[in-house]
């Protein structure tokens, strides 16, 4: 019964994905919702029956989506797979939802990389250079632009300080990845919620964005990356790009504290919610100014439990 279950399953949730698919690849008005589907037949699946059978439910989906589509199309359900099972799997174990979210992450970014490495091997498309020509073609455009206006010295200065912004855009790249990762698991799991609980009558859902609080670990890596950023200025050497991107991930890290901590704190003062929306497009609209102040919210939050404190003067 439960194999025949599986089956069934299995069958019906390729299906959806083909279409899924079809409609991603085809329609091009919907395709950037329909993209976001794409890795909830493997969260159903692999929430239903676990880990190994989800394996060959998306060794299914690469083969039909080679034989449907093309051999090229078949990074789509590695990437999309990968993270929804690393997604489905850990809501088959009850994992906490966050838990679940970062597992879903490292899955996507593992399919990210796949796309990366494929793209490579198959397409001979180097990103990194890519993004670097982009760039360049656009700076040379601007430069020919502004010649008539500006000195040689002038454009000298510009195209150096845009190929400083070019190096430093490219070394980043691993925290897009993560980010990338992110991004996809977090609506992947969303949406895997949505359909679960109406489908499978299960009650899954986030904890309130305000509960989140990350461990105190992230500050002290947080200031041991910027310690070392004083030391390693050789710009070209592996070390200084790993702190970069710490430095950048970590910051993020810190930044959602401090949101997090502002949605507790007006809660707690049964404040509107729209104060801390504000904030969140305020710090969307003025970076350079509201960042910052963010990022210390959260150090302040995590590293001196600033919400017991709230809670202790009630």
Same mark, same amino acid.
């Given at each position: 019964m439960n194999q025949s279950k599986k089956l069934t399953d299995g069958a019906l949730l390729l299906?959806?994905?083909?279409v899924l698919l079809f409609i991603t690849i085809f329609i091009t008005p919907i395709a950037i919702f329909s993209a976001f589907f794409l890795p909830l037949p493997f969260i159903m699946y692999a929430s239903r029956h676990g880990f190994k059978?989800?394996?060959?439910?998306?060794?299914?989906?690469?083969?039909?989506?080679?034989?449907?589509?093309?051999?090229?199309?078949?990074?789509?359900?590695?990437?999309?797979?990968l993270g929804g099972i690393m997604i489905g799997t850990a809501i088959r174990k009850d994992f906490s939802a966050y838990e679940a979210l970062a597992r879903g992450t490292f899955g996507f970014i593992i399919g990210l990389l796949f796309l990366y490495a494929g793209s490579q091997v198959l397409f001979g498309v180097n990103w990194i250079g890519e993004f670097r020509t982009i760039f360049t073609e656009s700076v040379e455009m601007s430069t020919e632009l502004a010649g008539q206006f500006t000195t040689e010295e002038q454009i000298d200065q510009f195209e150096s300080t845009i190929q400083t912004y070019i190096t430093y855009m490219t070394n980043l790249i691993p925290v897009f990845l993560i980010m990338a990762g992110f991004i996809l698991a977090l609506i992947s799991q969303w949406i895997g919620f949505k359909f679960l609980n109406r489908l499978d009558k299960r009650e899954l859902r986030f904890p309130p964005f305000r509960t989140l609080r990350f461990p105190k670990t992230i500050i002290w890596v947080y200031f041991i990356a910027l310690l070392l950023s004083f030391f390693v200025t050789d710009t070209s050497?592996? &070390? #200084?790009?790993?702190?970069?991107?710490?430095?950048?991930?970590?910051?993020?890290?810190?930044?959602?504290?401090?949101?997090?901590?502002? &949605? #507790?704190?007006?809660?707690h003062k049964k404040i509107s919610k729209a104060i801390p929306v504000l904030f969140i497009i305020l710090t969307i609209l003025f970076p350079p100014f509201l960042l910052p102040f963010i990022r210390i919210l959260g150090i302040i939050d995590i590293g001196m439990n600033l919400r017991d404190t709230i809670?202790?003067?009630r």
């Open positions: 299906a959806i994905f083909i059978p989800s394996i060959i439910f998306l060794i299914a989906a690469v083969a039909l989506t080679a034989l449907f589509f093309s051999i090229f199309s078949i990074f789509t359900p590695i990437l999309m797979g050497s592996m &070390f #200084f790009v790993i702190i970069q991107n710490a430095q950048v991930l970590l910051g993020a890290v810190l930044v959602i504290q401090g949101f997090s901590l502002i &949605f #507790f704190y007006t809660h809670v202790k003067k």
